[in-house]
């Protein structure tokens, strides 16, 4: 048995594509929409498809405390299957496929490819093929030596979590700010389960990001690593990765669209300059991580302690 979460917050304006590939996928019952006070008739929409809604205050969404609170709602589910309400699935069988992945007995956690946009530019294109590829992985906690911290490379916009695991290991932490399914991920594999990466269960989801919000994921990746410190002792650097993104994107973009080149150049500098501040974040003050950061909201919690 399976359940399907998806945390929303004013989803209407993409409900019809998302809502009409979900219900060719899963029936009705089997999802659970946990909405942060939308205010565009979202939760209307959700009930009349026949999903069961729960409403939360927006003040209290977590990406980890959210999900895990989805995960002690549904304790006859065998897998929980977690979307986020802009990634459409490709194909009417896109979630039995992600699920066949756990016909193997020792896997934890799967995830399924991210295909770009229909209308996606060519640094977003990019960006979701050069993560994504056409070929599967699985992957335990061996696959450090040849991946480095991409071993725990994971998007809860699309992933299935095997429950009884997800509780073992705690659950998804609710004091990060974000990145809770990279954590996960890494618990799992350090208790012996693999990560599965399906690259035959598609969904459509990309982001065609600013620079602005370019160098503010990138700040959040730093704070991440920087306060999940243990990530990067356990799992190591992905070391060259950055190297081989940045010439991977400029030969596509020589041949799909040159004059984003430059472009291309200005946002991995912002990236990295993004990711060094979130690095060094203790020496910032809390109304400058307000500015830099993704997640704003954050930095109005009092500071945790790393989840390990």
């Known amino acids: 048995m399976f359940n ?16 009409q590939a979900l219900l060719a996928s899963v029936r009705p019952e089997q999802v659970l929409i946990l909405d942060s006070e939308s205010t565009d008739g979202t939760v209307e929409l959700a ?8 409403t939360i205050a927006r003040s209290e969404f977590n990406h980890g405390g959210t999900r895990q609170r989805a995960a002690t709602m549904l304790p006859s ?89 997800l509780m073992q290991v705690g659950g998804f932490p609710s004091t990060v700010i974000f990145g809770e399914d990279t954590i996960t991920a890494a618990h799992l594999l350090s208790a012996d389960y693999k990560l599965a990466y399906v690259a035959d269960a598609c969904v459509y989801h990309s982001h065609a990001y600013s620079w602005k919000q370019d160098f503010a994921r990138s700040f959040d990746i730093g704070v991440l690593h920087s306060r999940e410190g243990w990530l990067l002792e356990k799992f190591g650097r992905a070391t060259g990765e950055g190297k081989r993104f940045v010439i991977s994107e400029l030969r596509y ?10 472009s291309a150049v200005i946002r991995t500098g912002l990236k990295v300059l993004g990711y060094r501040l979130g690095m060094m974040e203790a020496k910032l003050t809390p109304g400058v991580k307000r500015r830099l950061s993704m997640h704003p909201h954050f930095w109005k919690q009092p500071r945790s302690n790393p989840s390990l």
């Open 4 to 19: 399907v979460i998806i945390p929303t917050l004013n989803a209407a304006k993409d409900w019809p594509l998302f809502s």
């Open 47 to 54: 009930r009349m498809a026949g999903f069961s809604v729960v």
């Open 77 to 165: 589910a065998e897998i929980l299957v977690y979307l986020t309400q802009d990634a459409v699935l490709a194909t009417s069988d896109a979630v039995t496929k992600l699920l066949a992945a756990f016909e193997n007995p020792a896997v934890g956690v799967a995830y399924g490819r991210q295909l770009p946009r229909p209308d996606a530019g060519a640094i977003e294109a990019h960006t979701r093929e050069f993560n994504y590829p056409a070929s599967p992985d699985l992957r335990d906690l061996t696959s450090r030596g040849r991946l480095g911290i991409k071993t725990i490379f994971i998007s809860n916009s699309f992933a299935a979590y095997r429950r009884s695991a």
């Open 253 to 262: 973009l020589w041949q799909k669209d040159p004059k984003q080149m430059p």
